[in-house]
Every structure is written in C-alpha cells, then in structure tokens.
C-alpha cells in the first residue's frame, strides 16, 4: 500500500519535491511507494513546471491535513501562519510533518514538538537548515555519542553570495545587494537574509538539536552585513581575513561539566582567518562546522537552497517517516493508538536552554574608526580601551577617507560588555567622527 503525501505548497520547493516523486528510477526503491494524494496552492491556475492532474490541487489546506487518507503531510508553504495552523491540526489528526519551515520552527518548535510528542507523530525538518545539505539528521543520529561543543555555520546563501562578490569585485553592499535582486539571487524583501534573521532562526534550530533543549528566538543575538563596506573587506584582507556571516551556537566552557545548557548562540559578520575551513566557501553555498567530543571537527558543506537541493532534504524525510510506517504496517508491534517514536528521529527536548548575553562573550574585535587627523588621537583610544580592560593586538592608520583620519584597531580576546563600554566613551571623544564598522574576530 502507497503512502500518501499531502503537499502543502507547489512553489520552489513544492516542485522539486514533485519532480523527485514523479521520477523515482535509480532513486530509493521506497521512492515508488510514495504516492502524491493531495496539493494545496493558494492559485489553482498558475502555470506550474510539473504536470499534477487538476483534481490532486486544492485551494483548501485544512482538508489536506484533516484527510483520513494522508499519511504524511509536506508544508512547503513557507511563511508563519497558516502554516503554524496546519502543521499543528495535521499534527492533531495523526499525521507526521516535514517541513522546511525554519522561520515556523524556530517561532513554534516548543508547541509544534510537544503536540508530535502527544500525538506520536514524527515532524522532520532537514530541508529548514542549509537546503540540501544533511545536517539536522547528522545532528539527531550520526554524531549523537558525541558531547556536543561548538556549531559553526554560513547558513544563509544570500549574504554568502553578496560578501563573496563584494571579496572578489571590490564593491560596497548597496550595489552588490541591487545587483544580487537583480539576478534572483536575492528576495525583493532582502530584510531576513541581510539583517541576520534567516540564520538566527536557523542556528536557533541547529542549538536546540547539538545541545538537547529548547531556545527562545528572541535570545539569540543577531546583526546582519548591512555595515560592513568595501574598506572593510580591503582592511580584513590585508589583515589575513575574509568576512563571513557566521551563526555560532557554543557551550560556554566553564559551564561544561555543572550547568551544560548554559550557551552562546550567535549571528554577526566575522572575520574569519583565510585559513580556516569556513573561509573558503563562497557564493551562495552553505557549510556548518560542528566540533564535537571525541570526533573533533567535521564539516557539512553543500547548497544551502534551491528546488533540486531542498527537494532532496525534504524527500529523504519522508522516506526515513514511510520506512517506519512499513515496518508498523508489516509487523505486529504496532501500538494501536499511540505508536512508540524513534527517540532519535523525533524532537522530545522539554527544557529550555539558558542562553548568556552577548556583553558576556569573550572574542577578539575589528574596529573602524574615522577621526580627524591630529596629534594624540591614537594615544586617547589606546588609553580608553587600556582604562576598560580591552588589550590591543594592533593599530594601524593607512591614510585619510572624506579627509578624515580612517584608524582599525584589532583588539586581543576581551569581553564584549567592556569593549563596548570603552566604544562608548570613544564615541563621545571630540576627535572621532565616526565609529565605522565593528566585527567580531573568529
Ligand atoms: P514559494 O516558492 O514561495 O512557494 C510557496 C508555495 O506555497 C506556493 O505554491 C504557494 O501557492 C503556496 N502557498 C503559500 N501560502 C499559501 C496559502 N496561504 N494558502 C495556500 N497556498 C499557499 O516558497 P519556497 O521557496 O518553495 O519555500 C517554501 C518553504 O521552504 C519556506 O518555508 C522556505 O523558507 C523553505 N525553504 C526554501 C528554500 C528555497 O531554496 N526556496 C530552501 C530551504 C527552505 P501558489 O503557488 O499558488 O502561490
Ligand atoms: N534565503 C535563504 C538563504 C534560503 O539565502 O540561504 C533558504 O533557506
């Protein structure tokens, strides 16, 4: 008997899921067991890139997830409601759920996980973090007799693919960006890519799954590329660094034995050594580098988006979901009303992670000063930073910028609330102009 999937959404996703349903040789054989029952659009008549008969498409959602006859339903919708809605009735009629819903899932994990847990039902989600690269699943099983240290990711395409070009061309973020809308690569609405939120939510996702608890979104510190500038790129690179937006989730490490829930999570531009295994991926590509005890370092690298991609993430969840149904559907263990769930397939965290504040954090820092150019300027933000307890690794001046005095200053590891504290009292000196751009250092 075929499993049927409801497919909530026919968009890029949604297509590239058909396709892969549609054309199932030299795929999984199970791929041949799936059977595509049900689609919802918002517009029955767009013209679609895969041929579905008409009587499969429905503008009516909730009879898709209310159908007796769906086994798994796909939401690649997008967007919070009615997705949040129809992922928790689906859940609530017994269905199991992939998505690729990042925003719904970092909004709504809590509730959505505790409703599957109920009603014992599986909700998957690889395709929500970094497209067609398997990470949540390595996460879950492969790498689950590790402790968990640090997830280092680039896991928005986007803004990887507007600092590449501003690396390699030389050119500042307006224009890359205009261009980069231009070519499709990205949203009209560029706001969740560049200001940082897609990767929040991403590397909120990422946190909940390394560490084993839940994270409150509105915790996770985020900032976006929208400050950093061609001279930037030009001062990183003579310094021996690229520019990446990286999304960190790290295990605070004196918290390591007592309280190990006690977590840095993270997205800001960095500069990133050109040595480092992160510094080489460009474009729109994704990876996440996940330290972890005993493994040391291991790297997910791949497309972090696109129908082929995706598709790929969300049909190997539906197998690993239609794999378990075979078994309950060919054995006798089956409990009637309420089946076991694969405590490593499903999401069953119940506590919440504590989440330390960013002046907390102890990094190194990039600091782009504009000033006028006279004498004891230098020696005035050495001895501030010098009262705060911030250490400088090196200063330099090159030259002037709008016949001003353009100062970058590398700072050691300090932490975060004293540098700013010290970038406070800077910014009310006579002699600065400006505080260009500040970046944290990896
Ligand atoms: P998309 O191209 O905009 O497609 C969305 C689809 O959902 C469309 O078919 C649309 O119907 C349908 N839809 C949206 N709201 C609806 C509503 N209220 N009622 C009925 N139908 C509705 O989106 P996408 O790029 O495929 O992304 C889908 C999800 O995957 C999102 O959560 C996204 O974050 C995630 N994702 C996308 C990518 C990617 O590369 N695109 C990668 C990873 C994750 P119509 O076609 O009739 O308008
Ligand atoms: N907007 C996302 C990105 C794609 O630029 O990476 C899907 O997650």
Redesign the pocket.
Known sequence: MAFKIGL????????GTVKILQNPAQRHPLVQELELYRV?????D?PRAVDIPASLIT?D?ESIVTDPAVDIVVE????LE??RSLILNAIAHGKHVV??????IARYGAEIFTAAEEAGVYVLLE??VG?GIPVIEPLKQSLCANRILTVTGIINGTTNYILTRMQTEGGDFEAILADAQRLGYAEADPTADVDGLDAADKIAILASLAFGGRIKLPEVYCEGIRQVSAADIAYADKLGFVIKLLAVAKREAEALAETPEQLQVRVHPTLVPKSHPLASVNDVYNAILIEGEPIGQVMFFGP????G??ASAIVADILNIAAILKVERGGSARLPDKPLLDPLLACSHQHYCTIVPIEALVTRFYVRFLTQDSPGVIGKLGTCFGNHDVSLESIVQTGLRDNLAEIVVVTHHVREGNFRTALDEIRAMKAISSIATTLRVL
């Open positions: 909530l959404g026919l968009g890029t996703v949604g297509t919802g659009v918002r517009s029955p767009k503008t959602l690649v919708m997008g967007g009615p997705a998505t690729a819903n990042k925003a719904a395709a929500a497209g972090g988006a696109g129908a991609p995706t």
